[in-house]
């Protein structure tokens, strides 16, 4: 992960919460883009290791973990020493979002842009009762990650994240210029939020349901099963303003099929993991959002009741 220093902007605070795979990575970025980095975590770990096909990389960023954590906190790295951010990047689950909050209360004044690198839709919704100053920025994260032990991640492609255009989208897209990824700017960010829901839509409940990695969106069978549940979800994104149509239906197959089969899902790496999954927050989304609209959605509603009733595995 590391750059060039005369391709780093000036450096700025950047605090990442989340210790998942998109928060470890978005702390290896914003670290190679030249900035001061504190990766904010609910339970400690010492190091930040990237690996890729190639390679792999500790990377010198801040740890630092709540002061309520099971593991005690390094003079240099204790939480309650933090000051505010320049940048806050939260990047942890949706339905995790409550629990940014002592964070945010100690890391944001009105001089702040919160990014928000979450999956889902409606993302500023979220923060309306954690935060009352700084600025919010969406994002959506385009990178194939997986958190393989606390620490340690591995990177297996992609590395883009959409948001608003805008001001603060250029200043965002001018904070990561140096490291890898890209930060696109989008003029119609409703579309590209709805578009992005779209490819978790079917992979993430799938995998995480049979407990297969991607290549079983391959089988004929499911790929149909997928077409039905992204074509309930076009219909809904149209009901709320979104520009979607039947060629983001295939597009997304499309995606589908390119991916490596042994690749995973969030949804997937969290059941595994047995951490809590985001399925209100992409599945649910569509049925909810389609029962306000009246848009029927039978079959992302029969999935929604089954992920509902799954229950943390015990793989030890």
């Excluded at 470890?24 to 990766?39: D, F, I, K, P, S």
């Excluded at 000051?83 to 339905?95: R, Y």
Aim: proline share 4%; hydrophobic share 40%; charged share 20%.
């Amino acid at each position: 992960m590391s750059m060039d220093s005369e391709t780093r902007g000036v450096p700025q605070r950047v605090a990442v919460i989340g210790g998942g795979a998109v928060g470890c990575y978005m702390a290896a970025e914003a670290y190679a883009a030249g900035h001061q980095v504190t990766l904010c975590l609910r339970t400690l770990f010492e190091r930040l290791i990237v690996e890729t096909f190639d390679a792999s990389e500790e990377v010198p960023v801040t740890i630092a973990a709540a002061a309520d954590a099971a593991t005690d906190i390094a003079a240099d790295a204790d939480a309650d020493k933090l000051t505010t951010a320049d940048w806050v990047l939260i990047t942890t689950k949706a339905q995790d979002t409550p629990s940014t909050q002592r964070w945010l209360d100690q890391l944001v004044d009105a001089r702040t842009v919160i990014v928000l690198l979450q999956n889902g839709v409606n993302h500023e919704e979220r923060l309306v009762q954690l935060v009352h100053q700084g600025v919010t920025l969406p994002g959506l994260v385009y990178v194939a990650v997986e958190r393989v032990s606390p620490g340690r991640i591995v990177h297996r492609g992609g590395s883009r994240i959409l948001v608003p255009d805008g001001e603060y989208g250029e200043r965002f897209q001018e904070l990561l210029r140096g490291s890898h990824t890209e930060v696109v700017l989008e003029t119609d960010f409703l579309t590209s939020t709805w578009k992005k829901l779209l490819s978790n839509l079917a992979a993430n409940p799938i995998t995480a349901l049979t407990l297969q990695r991607i290549g079983i969106m391959q089988h004929p069978d499911v790929e149909g099963l997928a077409r039905e549940l992204l074509l309930e979800g076009v219909a809904v994104a149209r009901a709320v303003g979104a520009k979607l149509g039947s060629e983001d239906v295939e597009e997304t197959l499309d995606f589908y099929a390119r991916f490596k089969s042994d690749g995973g899902t969030s949804m997937l790496y969290d059941r595994l993991s047995g951490r809590p999954l985001e399925h209100e927050y992409i599945t649910g989304a569509v049925v909810s959002m389609g029962e306000k609209h009246g848009i029927p959605t039978p079959i992302n509603r029969v999935l929604l009741t089954l992920l509902r009733q799954l229950t943390p595995l015990n793989l030890s």
